[in-house]
């Protein structure tokens, strides 16, 4: 069974329960790691063998048994435990929310609970000591998803330590990266999208990202001025762009050149982009944001 550090589930209520060595929810087994795949063929015509057309991933089904230990809880603090568990693992507050620690790793998953907690009723699963209790949980997501990593492609970069000593010509407080090329590393098992962020630190027009090796470019037609920060999301069922100017957030999406632009996707492995502006693009700072997917918790 793979060792897991914690487990935290919440409900769309925001009611949690964490299950780890250090609670009164303790783990017995969960198995994060099966997906089953559904695949389509066509037969070949008068010969031998079929031919593969496509493979989707279906839901996961993950069976979660968990411990409520009692320990020397009074008779009110057991029913509050069991209370929890009723609350957190209700199926019409579906979808949940998993969350699982491994050392230093971290995943998670949307899910649905497909039926009430069951609670065992032998002597060994229920006495003084503990209550053991099943939940039936199926990934709808297929894959999980890792920590949120962030790329910078342009940046301007502290140049002072302390304590610091300015002599009397005066110090260099900070730099700008020189480069507008940067490799974005997909390390999961499957392309997915990504937040495409520019700060303007001056005035700009029409900032763009290309993608060196598909020629894949998202361009916007918008000037941009000092303070603006634009949005782009390229993730599957989430694809818009956002300005945030002056604190308030406007749908930007009608600003995309729809001549030259898609919703680009980070590939598995390398990806190398490159920033451009049709004027002052040395006041750009660029960000990429994205979560690889992982087919189990690893």
């Not at 962030?150 to 002599?167: G, M, Q, R």
Request: glycine share 6%; net charge negative; aromatic share 10%.
């Amino acid at each position: 069974m793979l060792t897991l550090n914690k487990i935290k589930i919440t409900n769309s209520k925001g009611d949690s329960i964490v299950i780890d060595d250090y609670s009164n929810y303790r783990l017995v087994s969960f198995n994060p790691t099966g997906v089953q795949a559904e695949i389509q063929r066509a037969k070949i015509y008068n010969g031998d063998g079929s031919k593969h057309i496509k493979t989707v991933l279906s839901d996961g089904p993950m069976p979660l048994i968990f411990r409520i230990m009692y320990m020397d809880s009074d008779y009110a603090r057991k029913e509050e435990l069991l209370h929890q568990v009723y609350r957190v693992f209700n199926p019409g507050f579906n979808p949940i929310t998993v969350e699982c620690m491994r050392k230093d790793k971290y995943f998670s998953a949307t899910a649905v609970i497909e039926q009430s907690p069951f609670f065992y009723e032998e002597y060994e699963h229920s006495n003084k000591l503990f209550q053991t209790a099943l939940v039936e949980i199926t990934n709808i997501d297929s894959y999980w998803k890792g920590r949120e990593i962030k790329k910078d492609i342009a940046v301007w970069v502290s140049n002072t330590e302390f304590p610091l000593e300015i002599p009397v010509g005066g110090i260099e407080l900070g730099y700008r990266e020189k480069s507008t090329i940067i490799n974005v590393y997909n390390d999961g098992d499957k392309k997915i999208g990504m937040t495409i962020e520019f700060k303007a630190t001056g005035d700009v027009k029409n900032p763009s990202l290309l993608n060196i090796d598909t020629q894949e470019r998202i361009k916007i037609n918008k000037d941009l001025v000092k303070g603006d920060i634009l949005k782009i999301y390229t993730q599957e069922g989430n694809k818009k762009i956002e300005l945030i100017r002056n604190g308030l957030v406007e749908n930007a999406s009608n600003y995309i050149d729809l001549r030259t632009s898609t919703y680009i996707q980070l590939d598995v492995g390398d990806n190398l982009f490159r920033y451009e502006a049709e004027e002052k693009q040395d006041n750009l700072e660029v960000s990429v944001y994205y979560s690889p997917v992982f087919l189990g918790v690893i």
